[in-house]
């Protein structure tokens, strides 16, 4: 048996081997391109991407659609800055700007997804009703998030009743990382 030292060295020795191929993020969050299945995937939709990150969603989804517009944000200038570098549709535009005061008209998306990031937003109700407030009449709103135990579920589910709309039908998908079960939440109108 190893003991503490010998073991942080040993684990620390294989994340440095297989560090580009494992990376630790992807244990404890779910895959954002793991939504996709549970989209209502159309041509000519409008979507707003929450908290875009990488933009890894937005890319995938403009490979799959043929006529198209979506919109990415981030609060990091230095994320959206990679997205534009990396961005060959001219259909997706990559915005800066907090999710709770989105810079979009009422009633414009069909589709607004927002991966991983609700736990990390310091307004959380307010940013779920302004991305309500965007979200066309029998729009869609996805919000995929990963389940770290009960404590963050029961914190998660008060949140989500203090949101001006109808309660969202929530579902758990299949396990797409390690540490944490991804949990979606889908608000139809």
Known sequence: MLNNDS??????????KHKKYLPLKHLLKPESRTIIPEIDLKDDIKLLDVAC????????LAGILKSFEFK???????????????????????LVSPADKLPFDDNYF???TCTNAVSLFSQRVKAIDEMYRVLKPKGKLYILDGVRGTEWKQKFDKM???IKFIQPRKKYLPRSSIMRKSYLIIETK
Do not use: A, H, P, W
Not at 7 to 16: A, D, G, R
Not at 75 to 82: L, N, Q, T, Y
């Open 7 to 16: 073991t942080k060295l040993f684990y620390k020795q294989i994340m440095q």
């Open 53 to 60: 990150g990488k933009g890894k969603l937005l890319f995938t």
């Open 72 to 94: 990415g944000i981030d609060v990091s200038e230095k994320m959206i800055g990679r997205c534009k570098k990396k961005n060959i549709f001219s259909e997706i535009e990559f």
């Open 110 to 112: 069909d589709i607004i």
């Open 160 to 162: 989500l009743r203090q």
